[in-house]
């Protein structure tokens, strides 16, 4: 087991930033694709963003130009930057890492969810 830890979520007022960062440890030997993914009440599980071993990035249409994803390989670590946020209430912040192992096994991780509330 590879357990991701989440951070850096909270309250922000509209138009705020933030950033959330997500760290996995233990039995690994490479982090593939990372990514990003939430949950708003109501609505479906979305992936928001994603990054590949060459940090070539995707974003979902709803966020793209308010948010960055990034990596640093050394500490098998993906970020988010949030900006211009909207207020939309309180989305959970999923973040999600394709991971080979020791054995060469490749397995896909989540974290445990980070809150982020957008109001005033």
């Known amino acids: 087991q590879v357990p991701l830890v989440e951070s850096g979520g909270g309250l922000v007022e509209p138009g705020g930033s933030l950033r959330l960062s997500c760290k996995a440890s233990?039995?690994?030997?490479?982090?593939?694709?990372m990514a990003w993914h939430r949950q708003a009440p109501g609505k479906q599980h979305e992936l928001v963003a994603r990054?590949?071993?060459?940090?070539?990035?995707n974003y979902a249409d709803s966020v793209r130009g308010r948010l960055t994803i990034s990596r640093d390989n050394a500490k098998n670590t993906v970020s988010l930057e949030l900006n211009s946020l909207k207020p939309e209430g309180t989305d959970v912040y999923y973040c999600y890492e394709q991971i080979r192992q020791n054995d060469m096994k490749q397995s896909e991780y989540w974290g445990q969810g980070t809150q982020v509330t957008v109001s005033s």
């Open positions: 990054i590949n071993t060459r940090r070539s990035a």
């Open positions: 233990g039995n690994l030997f490479s982090v593939l694709t």
